[in-house]
């Protein structure tokens, strides 16, 4: 096992360049299976999700190649439909991109339920109503979904109950190669829809309206294979903005589109924090006293729900009350008993959290309890003087590409440690 071990209290400065984004690069892993051809895929976060979804598409059959560090060649002609391991598919939620690459690919897909992050009930209802609509029947029983369209996918007009990523990417997987042509409506707008919406038309689909909530998919018959290149991670770079912002730094994050980053930008600024945008970058300088604000996380353009958790450390260091709701998941705040470990002071009411500023927070040992909740717990060890310890550093692997050497790059005395061989360092300075 593993953990992080932080001797915090310095600010961090300097510059930071972000990863591509794994929310867009997972589906799009998922996507070359349309293909049956080869595909080159460019910017790959070097993270845990990315490297398991390489492992579940060679079990599948498919050819898997790293050309370097951060660039895959995918050759998906020989998949195996229904072949994908269930042990593997449970570690991971995006795994249900498969349902949708599977349908389009095969008329027929057959995976375990998907796993992942545990914060409430994410169910898969408006994926399979989506599929249903295509003219496929949905079977869910034994931990396993299938989906089968045995008179083949016919392209039809889909209106989800709520905002849905993960139902919006799942029907475009599997409609773009329908019978017909598919209009998704009330679909959601991130930047990685776009992203996998590009993809898939580089490699000859047929899709507009990608980032509106109204996406129009004409089927084609065959997609070929292509080179494509992920767009930057909002969140990494989220994260590390608020990272400035908490040790009073100044970062200069890289390799970012400041558009996706606004809604943040935004409740930095209203916190009083400097940030400069550029064509390709951010600038972020603590410029004194953190006002107390209040958030609500939204589908996009909103401020991001897998920013919530990097947010509520900002805030506990802030003057006042603030207020920070979630208005996308449930049961996101586990991560609050962990804050106050280090002397936060937070209630939370249902999906709202009251929390009250500290002038500073104090090292302990603490958990990852999930991924972004994990980069929280970071952000928490940094601002605080003394040695913290983050276990269940696996969550945070899921998603950040090496954000121990980035973040020691800018001055944070931050390392990754073996236990329980190695003596806890939190016990020897405490």
Same mark, same amino acid.
């Given at each position: 096992?593993?953990? @992080?071990?932080?001797?915090g209290?310095?600010?961090?400065?300097?510059?930071?360049?972000?990863?591509?984004?794994k929310?867009?690069?997972?589906?799009?892993?998922?996507g070359? *299976?349309?293909?049956?051809?080869?595909?080159?895929?460019?910017?790959?976060?070097?993270?845990?999700?990315?490297?398991l979804?390489?492992?579940?598409?060679?079990?599948?059959? *498919?050819?898997?190649?790293?050309l370097?560090?951060?660039?895959?060649e995918?050759?998906?002609t020989?998949?195996?439909?229904?072949?994908?391991?269930i042990d593997?598919?449970?570690?991971?939620?995006?795994?249900?991109?498969?349902l949708?690459?599977?349908? $389009?690919?095969?008329?027929r897909?057959?995976?375990?339920?998907?796993?992942?992050?545990? &914060?409430?009930?994410?169910?898969?209802?408006?994926? @399979?109503?989506g599929?249903?609509?295509?003219?496929?029947?949905?079977?869910?029983e034994?931990?396993?979904?299938?989906?089968?369209?045995?008179?083949?996918?016919?392209?039809?007009?889909i209106?989800?109950?709520?905002?849905?990523?993960?139902?919006?990417?799942?029907?475009?997987?599997?409609?773009?190669?329908?019978?017909?042509?598919?209009?998704?409506e009330?679909?959601?707008?991130?930047?990685h829809?776009?992203?996998l919406?590009?993809f898939?038309?580089?490699?000859?689909a047929?899709?507009?309206?990608?980032?509106?909530?109204?996406?129009?998919?004409? $089927?084609?018959?065959?997609?070929?294979?292509?080179?494509?290149?992920?767009?930057?991670?909002?969140?990494?770079?989220?994260?590390?903005?608020?990272?400035?912002?908490?040790?009073?730094?100044?970062?200069?994050?890289?390799?970012?589109?400041?558009?996706?980053?606004?809604?943040?930008?935004?409740k930095?600024?209203?916190?009083?924090?400097?940030?400069i945008?550029?064509?390709?970058?951010v600038?972020?300088?603590?410029?004194?006293?953190?006002?107390?604000?209040? +958030?609500?996380?939204?589908?996009?353009?909103? &401020?991001?729900?897998?920013?919530?958790?990097?947010?509520?450390?900002? *805030?506990?260091?802030?003057?006042?009350?603030?207020?920070l709701?979630?208005?996308?998941?449930?049961?996101?705040?586990?991560?609050v008993?962990?804050?106050?470990r280090?002397?936060?002071?937070?209630?939370?009411?249902?999906?709202?959290?009251? @929390?009250?500023?500290?002038s500073?927070?104090?090292?302990?040992?603490?958990?990852?309890?999930?991924?972004?909740?994990?980069?929280?717990?970071? @952000?928490?060890? *940094?601002?605080s003087?003394?040695?913290?310890?983050?276990?269940?550093?696996?969550?945070?692997?899921? $998603?950040?590409d090496?954000i121990?050497?980035?973040?020691?790059? +800018? $001055?944070?005395?931050?390392?990754?440690?073996s236990?329980?061989?190695?003596?806890s360092?939190?016990?020897?300075?405490?």
């Amino acid at each position: 096992m593993e953990k @992080i071990v932080i001797n915090g209290g310095t600010p961090l400065k300097g510059c930071i360049e972000v990863s591509g984004m794994k929310n867009a690069a997972l589906p799009i892993l998922m996507g070359c *299976l349309l293909t049956e051809d080869k595909c080159v895929i460019e910017n790959l976060p070097e993270i845990d999700d990315v490297t398991l979804s390489l492992k579940i598409l060679k079990t599948m059959g *498919l050819s898997v190649r790293m050309l370097n560090r951060n660039t895959v060649e995918i050759d998906s002609t020989h998949a195996v439909g229904g072949s994908a391991p269930i042990d593997l598919v449970r570690k991971m939620r995006a795994s249900y991109y498969l349902l949708g690459a599977e349908l $389009g690919r095969f008329g027929r897909a057959y995976v375990g339920y998907p796993g992942g992050c545990d &914060f409430g009930v994410r169910p898969i209802d408006q994926h @399979i109503k989506g599929f249903e609509a295509l003219g496929a029947e949905v079977n869910v029983e034994g931990g396993y979904v299938e989906v089968l369209a045995g008179d083949g996918l016919r392209g039809n007009n889909i209106f989800f109950d709520v905002i849905t990523v993960g139902g919006t990417m799942n029907v475009m997987l599997a409609a773009v190669k329908a019978n017909g042509t598919t209009i998704i409506e009330n679909a959601a707008r991130e930047p990685h829809i776009v992203d996998l919406a590009n993809f898939l038309n580089t490699c000859g689909a047929k899709i507009s309206g990608a980032g509106t909530d109204t996406i129009k998919i004409k $089927g084609v018959e065959k997609l070929h294979g292509c080179s494509y290149a992920i767009i930057p991670d909002m969140i990494e770079a989220g994260t590390y903005m608020l990272a400035a912002a908490a040790t009073k730094g100044s970062l200069k994050i890289k390799n970012v589109i400041p558009k996706h980053l606004e809604s943040i930008t935004a409740k930095l600024a209203e916190m009083g924090v400097e940030v400069i945008d550029d064509d390709e970058s951010v600038t972020v300088t603590y410029r004194g006293t953190l006002n107390r604000i209040n +958030v609500k996380t939204m589908p996009y353009p909103g &401020f991001p729900t897998d920013m919530q958790p990097q947010m509520g450390v900002l *805030l506990c260091l802030a003057e006042g009350v603030s207020l920070l709701s979630e208005g996308v998941y449930d049961n996101r705040f586990r991560y609050v008993e962990e804050l106050k470990r280090m002397g936060a002071i937070v209630k939370v009411d249902g999906r709202t959290a009251v @929390i009250e500023g500290v002038s500073k927070l104090s090292p302990a040992q603490i958990k990852a309890m999930d991924l972004r909740a994990g980069a929280a717990m970071v @952000i928490a060890g *940094l601002a605080s003087k003394g040695v913290t310890e983050v276990e269940d550093i696996h969550h945070i692997e899921r $998603g950040y590409d090496d954000i121990v050497g980035k973040l020691r790059m +800018v $001055g944070a005395d931050i390392k990754k440690v073996s236990f329980p061989d190695e003596e806890s360092a939190f016990v020897k300075a405490n």
